[in-house]
């Protein structure tokens, strides 16, 4: 159990982190880009982690994970250093001939699923793969413009309630049915927020940052979401963590999730004034 939260500790919910941030007019300020920037680094960090934990659930033997650790690291320099450069430069090409638009989407989507089937066939989870996808797309605002439009609608209206769905009927609150399951659900809570906010806490603080803005820091910071979600429910399939521990650590997602707004209010509702966050 105890390795299970120091995992869920190294994931942020990063979409959930940058409304946040919008909203309260953090964009472009010291304490928002730190932030933002930390959940990226940790998001990466968390998923090739995941990536190792899966191969090696999966695997027969220690050689065989070994095997697979090994196919996907050359996947990755596969998709990095050649990939990345060709569909750059093909990119390139469709933007100036116009065709963009109309090849664009049907790359990306073809490309995600090849990357998921690859990674799926080495042994390592398919949403691993497409993650490395995501990380291969030319750096273009208009690209991720174009995709936004095309692809959010369906994503958020259907896929998205569907993962939900899936995973409210995987938590089973019923299953926390005793004083003492309940005691060890605070202890997970305890120990999730005193790994994140108190881990980016003292981090901020050694870095010299002031205990206002490593306070603001470290409960944004603590949001999670749905990475994490996503990172039980793989967890879940795999018989990694039963449907006890599964259903305490979603309550404990959606727990510091909510958290979040209301503390970051209260702590930047006193000290200085947003001055200092600049």
Not at 4 to 23: N, Y
Not at 142 to 171: C, E, N
Not at 199 to 206: D, I, M, S, T, Y
Request: proline fraction near 2%; glycine fraction near 6%; charge should be positive.
């Amino acid at each position: 159990w105890s390795s299970d939260v120091c995992s869920s500790d190294l994931i942020t919910a990063f979409p959930v982190l940058a409304r946040i941030v919008k909203e309260k007019g953090l964009m472009g300020t010291m304490l928002g880009t730190i932030s933002l920037s930390s959940a990226a680094i940790e998001d990466v960090t968390a998923w090739s982690m995941l990536a190792v934990v899966v191969a090696v659930s999966k695997a027969s033997s220690v050689t065989t994970s070994f095997i697979a650790l090994l196919c996907v690291l050359l996947f990755i320099v596969f998709m990095l250093f050649i990939v990345r450069p060709l569909l750059k430069k093909y990119h390139e090409q469709l933007s100036a001939t116009g065709q963009f638009a109309v090849f664009s989407i049907t790359i990306i989507v073809l490309l995600l699923l090849l990357s998921a089937i690859t990674t799926d066939i080495l042994g390592v989870h398919a949403v691993f793969g497409a993650f490395v996808a995501g990380l291969v797309m030319p750096d273009d605002l208009k690209l991720r413009h174009s995709v936004k439009d095309k692809l959010q609608d369906f994503s958020s209206v259907f896929l998205l309630p569907i993962f939900f769905a899936l995973t409210g009927l995987r938590t089973q609150i019923t299953t926390v049915n005793s004083p003492y399951l309940w005691w060890v659900f605070s202890m997970v809570l305890l120990v999730a927020v005193a790994g994140k906010f108190g881990g980016v806490l003292l981090a901020a603080r050694f870095s010299r940052l002031s205990w206002r803005n490593s306070l603001a820091l470290g409960a944004l910071m603590n949001t999670r979401g749905l990475m994490e979600l996503i990172a039980l429910n793989i967890g879940y399939d795999l018989g990694i963590i039963s449907g006890q521990v599964f259903t305490m650590m979603v309550m404990m997602a959606i727990v510091t999730t909510f958290m979040t707004a209301p503390l970051l209010n209260l702590i930047l509702k006193h000290g200085e004034g947003k001055r200092v966050l600049k």
